[in-house]
């Protein structure tokens, strides 16, 4: 034929990476950018670069070829934005905040450099009528405690039918009350300690406003339960008002807000409602009245009753959780472009 199209690397990556997650973010981007032949300059977060230290040495230990991967330490509002900015960089893939993802794709746009932005989340969690209950209800609260609440993806709401909402917060307060939290190192904690005291403040600043927002504290508070370090108890409002502040904006802590609503439209106006769209998770009687609600969730990522994380699916978000996905094919073919030889066609 008279067309002929072919993938090409994109060139130079600026990965910009979290300290939630911090190995697995930087493999997330520098794996499948050299494997679409693109050489990376890595920054990692000032918070939690030791891991990221050590797989670069990893790297270079196995031979891979000098300057394939450029670890540059730093912070971000120098180094990130050098990088975000600099136009020998033609592609920046960042995880981080909403804030300062919006402030990676303004430098990027100066030069005309394609970003991918994997952001903030504030992830819906609905229990439909149909649903086996306790199982969402465990496995909701699991997720939303995650990394000690620490996680973009974490449904941090659970929707919960008018019908079966006493039901639920029973089995929500039972299922939080085997979450210790204590020392990382210690087997039988299941929550640790809040990253940094800034993140600490921040997320008992969520508890204090929501409080005095009328959510009803079920479980938890904004009292820190050791002397020493940056320890919070799982924490658990309910009846929170969809439009409220914990309704809408990502803690970023183990805070799980819950919510009643009155039949499906309404569950799915209220998963909607937020300006994320990130993750979540559908639970019913059967696998096609989860899928057919979750099809019309403006969201990423919809685990179908308890369905597994998958690394080969991709990730990514709609609304202001981010551009471009990461993680199996989607992911890798983020690292390359496209490129069409038109031929002339021949008797």
């Known amino acids: 034929m008279g067309i002929r199209a072919r993938h090409e690397r994109y060139g130079v990556v600026g990965a910009i990476t979290p300290w939630n997650y911090p190995l697995y ?41 000098p300057g394939t991967i450029n670890l540059v330490s730093g912070p971000g509002r120098v180094i990130g934005e050098h990088i975000a900015a600099h136009p020998d960089v033609d592609f920046v893939s960042f995880t981080g905040s909403t804030g300062v993802g919006a402030r990676v794709g303004e430098l990027a746009g100066q030069t005309i450099k394609k970003v991918a932005l994997e952001l903030g989340g504030k992830s819906a969690n609905v229990i439909l009528e149909s649903a086996d209950l306790a199982t969402a209800v465990k496995v909701g609260v699991g997720n939303a405690f995650l990394n000690g609440g620490q996680t973009c993806m974490a449904w941090t709401r659970m929707l919960v039918p008018q019908s079966r909402y006493d039901e639920a917060l029973d089995l929500v307060e039972s299922a939080v009350s085997r979450y210790t939290v204590g020392d990382p190192r210690d087997p039988a904690t299941r929550i640790g300690p809040s990253a940094s005291r800034s993140q600490f403040d921040t997320v008992r600043g969520f508890i204090e406003r929501a409080q005095r927002d009328g959510a009803r504290l079920l479980v938890g508070g904004a009292e820190p339960i050791r002397d020493v370090g940056f320890f919070l108890a799982p924490t658990v409002f309910a009846d929170v008002d969809p439009d409220s502040e914990l309704g809408q904006e990502e803690v970023f802590g183990p805070v799980l807000a819950i919510t009643p609503y009155t039949d499906a439209d309404d569950a799915l106006r209220i998963a909607n409602g937020t300006p994320y769209g990130l993750s979540g998770a559908v639970w019913a009687g059967s696998d096609d009245e989860a899928i057919e609600f979750a099809r019309r969730v403006h969201t990423g990522q919809l685990d179908i009753n308890g369905g597994a994380y998958n690394p080969s699916a991709p990730f990514g978000g709609y609304k202001k959780s981010g551009i471009g996905r990461e993680l199996g094919r989607f992911g890798f073919e983020e690292y390359l472009q496209t490129k069409s030889l038109q031929l002339k066609e021949r008797a």
């Not at 997330?28 to 797989?55: D, H, M, Q, R, Y």
């Open 25 to 65: 973010q930087v493999v997330a981007k520098v794996v499948p950018a050299i494997a679409a032949g693109c050489t990376v300059v890595l920054k990692p977060s000032n918070e939690a670069p030791l891991s990221v230290f050590a797989f670069v040495e990893a790297c270079e230990d196995a031979g891979l070829p």
